[in-house]
């Protein structure tokens, strides 16, 4: 089974090195690596070529103008060539060395379309330092119209389920990916495993981890798309999903 891991970048020349050395570490080797650079403006791009010989013709990579990241990631995903797709982040990396081979096997024995597990926040000046486990144990289909779904660079898909579900909507700033997950779970009802497992690393001070304006953001769009999706939600509903990241956050002092 070939996988497939789309990363992209815009002056990404701090974090993305941190993003590759993760892949290089994996132990399942059979995977390709797409990069999609937006036209940096820093070492992003010398950063690539820099690593490109060490995975002996598995890199594939561009860099050009696009309209966002959602664009990027749809570039990614018509470039693709594995059997199965996912998406890390140029601020994340893989939090062991054994992801690949995990999602890989999981895939092989069971009758499944995708698979998603856990990630972890860090502090960015203090990568060992957990500020939010985000676990994807609970998730359930209708938790959606609150505003909840699995933690999406968990979230590893065949790419033959592209074709029925779609790319991600570029007319979203911000919420791409639930709409995405939205219409592969929800309304595809896809065959979907969990597995208890933390997949990725992410450090704050991502699009969606910036504040109190990508939070309002974010609600304006995950109410536009489920309304567009034929599911009844409102502002409460939606507010509920605050709760229990403020237990993730609680539970992760505990915990870390």
Known sequence: ??????????????????????????????????????????????????YEKQFKGKLK????????IYDAMNKGLLLAS??????????????????LEIIAKNFNENNIDAIYGDIHFVNNKDLNKCIRYYSSKIFKP????????????????????????????????IASDFDFLLRAIYLKKIKTLYIKKDFVTMRTGGVSTSGLSSHALIMREHLTILKKNGIYSNVLLLMLRYIYKIYEIIYSKILY
């Open 61 to 68: 990579w561009i860099s050009e103008k696009d309209k966002g």
């Open 82 to 99: 594995g059997d199965v797709i996912g998406i890390l982040n140029s601020d994340d990396f893989y939090t062991s060395n054994n992801i």
């Open 142 to 173: 209708y938790l959606m119209r609150f505003g909840l779904m699995p933690a999406h660079p968990s979230f590893y898909i065949k790419r033959e389920k592209i074709h029925q579900i779609g790319l991600y909507d570029t007319s979203y700033k």
């Open 1 to 50: 089974m070939k996988i497939t891991i789309i990363t992209t970048t815009y002056n990404s020349e701090q974090t993305l090195p941190d993003t590759i050395n993760s892949i290089l570490k994996q132990s399942y080797n059979n995977y390709e690596y797409i990069i999609i650079d937006g036209e940096s403006k820093d070492n992003t791009v010398n950063i690539i070529k820099k």
